[in-house]
């Protein structure tokens, strides 16, 4: 991987932000002659590596992201049997190898994230349908002797001005023959038959029958599966284990010794879990066995009463605090969230002389690949990753260490066959890499006619990025602060005058990383709770006051208002009930909620959130309702119940029971409306994260006149 | 050995008998849609029917399957014909999947208890299973749509 392309994502990010039409030219991929090389196999065509037409009439979308809920096995064969004009019945799709003709094309690498996938592949998907479209045209006007400009396509078939018509199947062998074109026309979007339009998931069948296949469901012959006692505190190291009670277990094959911790390789699961548990592991624990994290936080707020690193500097912040008519100052606080997706962690090796291979559900593959090339003394050519279904991915599934692929090798070296390494549920919730914990002290003002004067921030966390490879190529070094800590915050949208943001970066030896919506999981939390606290001092009503701060940002206003005028903002509610408001911009998307709720013995009850997105011109907007519903209910558990712990250097959660998610009687009513425009695509699995929770968190404040200031919502330790 | 039933046909396990149900389904039978998440049975991802009742797989040592009849989402009906399966892929319920098998197990016995359940009943009766994605809202709605479904006469 190459840094100027991380780099040039970057470029991307902010370009984008600066204005919105610069990108098109970015997204034709420059590995776009690899990608459009001609493949053939048997009687099937493939104009290109992204689409395959069976004589059966079968067409094979394969698709370079990974499917881990998000709908990218639907949205992006939908972009392609567009401009092919395929009959949508007859579209399927398949998950790509790994293959650099594959790589995210602002990326540079294969992966999935940064709610990239739709935006990203956009023009790849549509230039691949319309390119075989064109090879289909060529081959009928062959067989038919005609003019290929006489010809036209619909619904999988060519026909000429007569009606005759010769089906894609009936034209998948000539077409191979055909030259691909060199450029290609692409649909006027007035015309999209299926873009725009909700068309249901090509993989919802096997989601309700059993058969879709998870990393965790890989099977192959002679498979062994095993368990791993990893350090019970971040940094430990293995003194020394005592394997004799394990060793003589039913099943166990072998216990090793692996740089992540002890393997216990048996034939099946359970016995090798129940081994490993039997396992008695010496561990020198290090310099994290005295960490606690009530006090990291302590030491996280006295950081924050001190300057940090500039990241923004409008105006003049701090003079325009002491100058403010009013002013009000408030730390905000979130805990380390794990990911906890609903399958744990899991990856399947078989190890060869001369081959490796590799099942998993990963978000990473081309930097998996290249770790478990490394790990394996291959080179890269010689691993193959299957990417299997993801049961959640949320991030954590796109390690930059390749954590889970990586100790599966190492195992994969000692079991002498195929072996498929299972995490527990406590395994995958006590290995790390959570959103990080972070504290938010900001400090606003109004002047004399109750306008917002001044906003500075100062944000203390651990960087995502530090120490991983992504360090350089983002820049860390030479801004001095981690981007994915301020995200949200840098780019504070509200015309205030006066604005600060600073940095303090925080060196925990808690492994970190990206949860979904990333920095903006809690930048919008401080920065929506906290513009609601300046409207209180300021005595203006929470949704007018920042409509008065956004009129500059229309596509900000525009949600802004659809989500208040759909909840019916400022219409009385019963007794007991409040109503909070929240805007945010993320991932090239603008959203905005109103939750309703209550507040009965302590416990919050979230009634209602109506969700207002503008993702730009979107694919299906099936998914994206789907997208933000669940990103909503996703930042909901952790608003209102997810806190991870440490104690003596050991993580306190363990499993559902002590990590809590919302259920199913917890759930709110969820409202989305989506804002139709003809925007440049954003994206759409994380933006509907942000606002969940300072919306949330102000309707508490609307409903029992107490502020919200830290996650998880308790209410008995509300300000 | 242990015999039972499972989706109508006979099975003999040699396994320990302490071993949970859930991976004798996963690793003996290769009947890998029954899903492990959380191995205490908080999250509802391993539910099968016993003797038409929802159980948690994942903590039921086989020893207590023996002689008895176990269904899975493999044998919920041959063709995705049941009313909640069709009701799933029409309100195009899940998002990565993973803890479908377990709702829709959980909402069979729901729909055969309560033909015509009220939100509360689908509230008692889908409390016990977490999904991530938070497709709950669309779980709701499918299950109303399949009660609708089965009143109308489909099966």
């Known amino acids: ?364 593959q081309t930097v998996d690949r290249a770790a478990a090339a490394k790990v394996a003394a291959l080179p890269d050519e010689k691993v193959k990753i299957n990417t299997t279904y993801l049961g959640g991915g949320f991030g954590r599934r796109a390690n930059p260490q390749s954590d889970f692929v990586v100790e599966a090798v190492h195992i994969a070296k000692a079991a002498g066959a195929p072996v498929k390494v299972v995490w527990t549920r406590e395994d995958d919730m006590q290995g790390g890499f959570y959103r990080p914990a972070f504290v938010h002290a900001i400090a606003g003002g109004i002047d004399a006619n109750g306008k917002a004067l001044t906003f500075r921030s100062r944000i203390v966390g651990q960087s995502i990025m530090a120490g991983t490879m992504f360090a350089t190529m983002m820049g860390l070094d030479k801004k001095g602060y981690d981007p994915a800590s301020v995200e949200g915050l840098d780019d504070l949208p509200y015309d205030i005058p006066n604005i600060g943001v600073e940095s303090h970066q925080a060196e925990i030896n808690v492994p970190v990383q990206w949860w979904r919506s990333v920095g903006h999981s809690h930048t919008a939390f401080a920065k929506e709770c906290f513009i609601d606290e300046l409207a209180g001092v300021a005595g203006r009503d929470p949704y007018q006051f920042r409509r008065d701060l956004l009129q500059k940002q229309p596509r900000h206003l525009g949600v802004l208002d659809l989500a208040a005028q759909k909840a019916g903002w400022g219409k009385p509610l019963p007794e007991g009930r409040g109503r909070g408001i929240a805007v945010h911009a993320s991932f090239e998307s603008y959203a905005a909620q109103v939750a309703e709720v209550s507040v009965t013995d302590g416990l919050v009850r979230v009634h209602k959130l109506v969700c207002a997105i503008d993702c730009g011109r979107y694919v299906n907007p099936g998914i994206i309702a789907a997208q933000t519903e669940g990103a909503a209910i996703f930042a909901a558990s952790a608003a209102l119940f997810q806190e991870l712990t440490f104690d003596g250097g050991r993580l306190q959660q363990t499993n559902f029971h002590t990590l809590p998610m919302m259920r199913m009687n917890e759930c709110p009513e969820i409202e989305t409306h989506i804002v139709e425009n003809n925007e440049k695509s954003g994206g759409i699995g994380e933006p509907g994260v942000p606002c969940t929770a300072p919306a949330i968190a102000n309707a508490v404040f609307a409903a029992t006149g107490k502020r919200i200031r830290k996650l998880p919502i308790r209410m008995t330790e509300a300000v | 050995m242990i015999s039972f039933t499972v989706n109508g046909r006979r099975v003999d396990v040699d396994v320990d008998p302490s071993t949970p149900l859930l991976w004798v389904l996963r690793e003996n039978l290769g009947l890998t849609g029954t899903k492990y998440g959380c191995g205490m049975a908080q999250c509802g991802a391993c539910t099968v029917h016993l003797d038409g009742q929802a159980l948690r797989s994942c903590v039921a040592p086989v020893s207590r399957v023996a002689g008895r009849k176990v269904t899975t989402i493999e044998g919920l009906s041959p063709d995705l014909g049941h009313p909640l399966q069709r009701a799933w892929i029409a309100e195009d319920v899940p998002q990565c999947g993973y803890c479908q098998s377990g709702q829709l197990m959980s909402a069979a016995v729901l729909l055969r208890e309560k033909p015509q359940p009220t939100d509360q009943d689908i509230d008692e009766a889908m409390t016990g299973n977490i999904c991530r994605c938070g497709t709950y809202p669309r779980i709701r709605k499918a299950i109303h749509r399949a009660a609708e479904m089965m009143k109308g006469g489909a099966k």
């Open chain 1, 1 to 364: 991987m190459s840094a100027s392309l991380l780099e040039r994502r970057e470029f991307l990010k902010f370009s984008l932000t600066a204005s919105g039409g610069l990108l098109v030219g970015l997204y034709i991929p420059n590995g776009a002659k690899d990608a459009f090389a001609r493949e053939t196999s048997g009687t099937a065509f493939m104009p290109n590596a992204f689409v395959r037409i069976g004589n059966d009439e079968r067409i094979t979308v394969i698709v370079n992201h990974s499917e881990m809920g998000q709908g990218v096995y639907t949205s992006l064969p939908m972009l392609l049997a567009e401009e092919l004009d395929a009959d949508w019945n007859k579209v399927g799709f398949e998950p790509a190898p790994v293959d650099p003709k594959y790589n995210h094309p602002a990326f540079g690498m294969q992966m999935t994230g940064g709610s990239s996938s739709v935006w990203s592949g956009f023009e790849q998907f549509r230039n691949a349908g319309a390119a075989a479209r064109a090879m289909l045209i060529a081959a009928a006007a062959e067989k038919w002797n005609a003019d290929p400009a006489t010809l036209r396509t619909d619904s999988g078939a060519v026909l000429d001005r007569n009606n005759r018509k010769l089906t894609y199947g009936q034209l998948a062998e000539t077409a191979a023959r055909m030259k691909p074109p060199e450029k290609v026309a692409l649909k006027d979007p007035k015309t999209f038959k299926l873009i725009g339009k909700p068309k249901s998931r090509l993989d919802t069948p096997e989601k309700v029958n059993g058969k879709a296949i998870f990393g965790l469901d890989v099977k192959q012959p002679g498979m062994l599966t095993a368990v791993v006692a990893r350090p019970p505190i971040f940094g430990a190291k293995l003194r020394s284990f005592d394997d004799s009670r394990t060793r003589s277990m039913p099943g166990v094959r072998r216990v090793v010794a692996v740089p992540s911790g002890v393997a216990v390789i048996a034939d099946t699961f359970w016995q090798a879990k129940v081994a490993r548990d039997a396992l008695k592991v010496d561990w020198d624990e290090g310099a994290m066995a005295s960490f606690n994290t009530a006090q990291m936080m302590q030491q996280f707020r006295e950081r924050a009463q001190s300057p940090g690193k500039q990241v923004r500097h409008d105006g003049d912040p701090d003079g325009a605090l002491a100058s403010a008519a009013k002013k009000i100052e408030a730390v905000y606080e979130v805990p380390y969230v794990p990911h906890a997706m609903m399958e744990p962690l899991n990856c399947a090796v078989d190890l060869r002389s001369d081959s490796c291979e590799i099942w998993t559900g990963t978000q990473f």
